[in-house]
């Protein structure tokens, strides 16, 4: 059986928050924690792909979301994941006041450094549950 | 540039054309008028997209053949206006789509390609069949017999009934035509009577009729769907036909309704050569 944590972003597109939650996940799947972590696509979720809701279903995932709608975690818990932690990067974002983060389709330099800090938090939880 | 529309890419979040996908969208909207669509939230924000759409022509952009996008669409029964699939069209630009995330070279030229095509689109609202995105560039094969040749266009998303006619197919819509079979049978071509805009057409049934000084031919359209507009052109000058079938020739584009039920009954260039090559020597 597949253990790894899955760590699943919301779609963000055309946000700069949402962006950030896509990018942080990704340093963490594929840079941080690529043996304990995986991704799945949050659209094959809600469309109800069978083999992403096969992946989540009772698993331990963790999700990142970049507004308060909260789509991520919502979905996850819809399909049956686990949700273990919800990270919101408004939170993460609020930390760094007055800073520019760049726009919906490239990060400026405080922008990647709030997701390097967002991609710690989160391999920091998967380490804790994996 | 395309102005005003509504735009819904898909996720795009583990495959390199999902996030040329995403690329593309926001692109759209930060040059033009156009609005996003997020394909997760609207899932749940029905009111707020639902407003969207019905004020604006839907454009959705797919990444890969999984079509979630085209899903969400359908689930939310959205009128999709246009589609497109970034991995038909980085085969069409014969751009190779790797495994990165962070867009490359090539990745961004297929972005720069797909979305300063657009920039011709402003009349799609309006039905102006001459700027739907089609381009025809095609490579011919060609078979002679006699003084007459015949060509066929060898494009992977040219599909041809028996009947000799052509449909080239772009996401959700396709153009219609005969091919130079027909044309080199028929010799000079006088007169040609379109479908109706709107009409709704079975795959198989007629889609408007030509007319030389031999014969009277149907064009049977190869795929089903509702003629969304005619090449107007052919009313005056229908001998466009004879020159060049394919391209300033063709009859009418339709919106698809069932494509993936209709492709089991077509043909491709390979088959349809050999078919079209027997009848010729027939």
């Known amino acids: 059986m597949n253990t790894k944590v899955k760590v699943i972003p919301c779609s963000g597109i055309g946000k700069v928050f949402g962006l950030m939650a896509r990018e942080a996940v990704l340093k963490t799947v594929h840079e941080l924690c690529p043996d304990k972590s995986e991704t799945v696509c949050l659209a094959y979720i809600v469309t109800g792909d069978k083999e992403a809701k096969e992946k989540i279903e009772g698993c331990d995932c963790i999700t990142v979301d970049g507004c308060p709608k909260m789509c991520a975690s919502k979905n996850v818990l819809i399909t049956g994941g686990i949700v273990k932690e919800a990270i919101k990067v408004l939170d993460t974002v609020k930390e760094h006041k007055g800073k520019q983060f760049g726009t919906p389709t490239q990060l400026d330099a405080d922008g990647k450094e709030v ?12 380490n804790e549950i994996s | 540039m395309v102005e005003n529309y509504a735009i819904l890419p898909c996720n795009g979040l583990d495959k390199c054309a ?42 959705v952009i797919d990444g890969c053949a999984t079509r979630c996008a085209s899903k969400i669409a359908a689930e939310k029964n959205y009128r999709i206006f246009r589609k497109i699939t970034v991995t038909e069209e980085a085969k069409r630009h014969h751009i190779e789509l790797k495994d990165n995330l962070r867009l490359l070279e090539d990745d961004n030229s297929l972005v720069e390609i797909i979305v300063d095509g657009f920039s011709d689109a402003g009349g799609m609202a309006a039905g102006v069949s001459e700027e739907s995105g089609f381009s025809f560039e095609f490579e011919y ?29 772009i996401g959700n819509r396709a153009r219609i035509g005969v091919t130079d079979f027909v044309q080199q049978n028929l010799s000079d071509i006088l007169y040609f009577i379109p479908p109706e805009i709107g009409a709704i057409i079975s795959q198989f049934d007629a889609a408007g009729e030509i007319e030389s000084s031999k014969a009277l031919v149907d064009i049977i359209s190869p795929v089903s769907g509702m003629v969304v507009s005619i090449n107007e052109m052919l009313v005056q000058k229908p001998e466009l036909i004879n020159e060049n ?10 919106e698809l309704t069932d494509f993936e039920s209709d492709k089991e009954l077509l043909i491709g260039f390979d088959k349809y050569f050999e078919l079209m090559k027997k009848k010729v020597e027939g």
């Open chain 1, 115 to 126: 997701i390097n800090e967002i991609a710690v938090k989160i391999a920091k939880k998967i």
């Open chain 2, 18 to 59: 999902g996030v040329i996908s995403g690329e593309i969208a926001v692109k759209l909207c930060e040059s033009g008028k156009n609005t996003i669509i997020c394909p997760v939230f609207s899932k749940i924000a029905d009111a707020k997209y639902r407003k969207i759409t019905d004020e604006h022509p839907l454009l």
């Open chain 2, 141 to 169: 094969e060609t078979f002679q017999k006699d003084k007459f040749i015949f060509r066929v266009p060898r494009n992977t998303s040219v599909y041809f009934n028996e009947n000799d006619c052509w449909a080239y197919v």
């Open chain 2, 245 to 254: 079938p394919y391209e300033s020739g063709w009859i009418a584009e339709l």
